[in-house]
């Protein structure tokens, strides 16, 4: 087994495709991996995808990252759920194998997110949950609650989102939030939308978000 505390790539196999990971080690003590997926219009690579690893890596995560199957084959369009948590499943089983026992954390951005905390709930063997700009609802369809699962979710959660996420209503993650009886931290970024970008006149920088959201996972993480 290589050394645990190298940047390496891995190709996972999906039942008979292929997908590839990203394993960056943590740049502080590791406390346990976090496997991220991305949100449904980015990739393993893309620029939000590689803030979030930096910031977690100095947050005492290992991070893998991975392309779901049709973002590895170049596609747009996102795949129906079964065959995200198929990928994502296999992934983390990948993961294990190479990584040994540990600490093991699921989520990702947006749909990615979502895509672990339906694994969870459904009883996918994980140690906790980060959620980063969780879609609630689609923009300007709050009625379109994306909840029914939350209440079977068992594992501690960390969810993060901004105050101005159109994909998340505040008052209604809180009402959402009533039914959940997992240990649920929900911790909102102030004047961030669902890229986690703020107005110049918020005072604030992208860079204060990504230092918050950092922040905020390490304190969680001592929880787990």
């Not at 930096?54 to 079964?82: H, I």
């Not at 990584?99 to 063997?125: N, P, V």
């Not at 911790?187 to 939308?193: C, F, Q």
């Amino acid at each position: 087994m290589a050394s645990a505390r190298e940047t390496r790539e891995w190709r996972v196999a999906v039942g008979e495709e292929q997908t590839s990971a990203i394993y960056q080690p943590a740049t502080t003590d590791p406390k346990a991996v976090f496997v991220c997926a991305h949100g449904a219009g980015g990739h393993k690579a893309d620029r939000g995808m590689e803030r979030l690893a930096t910031v977690l890596c100095g947050s005492g995560f290992d991070v893998v990252r991975f392309n779901f199957l049709y973002s590895e084959a170049g596609s747009r369009r996102p795949d129906p759920m079964p065959r995200l948590t198929r990928c994502f499943e296999a992934v983390v089983t990948h993961a294990r194998a190479e990584l040994g026992k540990k600490t093991f954390i699921i989520g990702g951005r947006s749909m990615g997110g979502r895509a672990a905390s339906m694994m969870a709930a459904e009883g996918f063997g994980c140690d906790g949950l980060l959620l980063l700009a969780y879609p609630l609802h689609p923009p300007g369809k709050p009625e379109q609650l994306r909840v029914a699962h939350l209440p079977k979710i068992r594992v501690p959660v960390l969810c993060i989102n901004g105050t101005r996420d159109a994909f998340c209503t505040k008052e209604l993650m809180d009402r959402a939030l009533e039914s959940v009886s997992a240990p649920w931290t929900m911790h909102w970024l102030e004047g961030a939308d669902h890229s986690f970008r703020v107005l110049k006149s918020s005072g604030r920088t992208d860079a204060d978000v990504y230092a918050e959201i950092g922040a905020e996972s390490a304190r969680w993480l001592i929880s787990v």
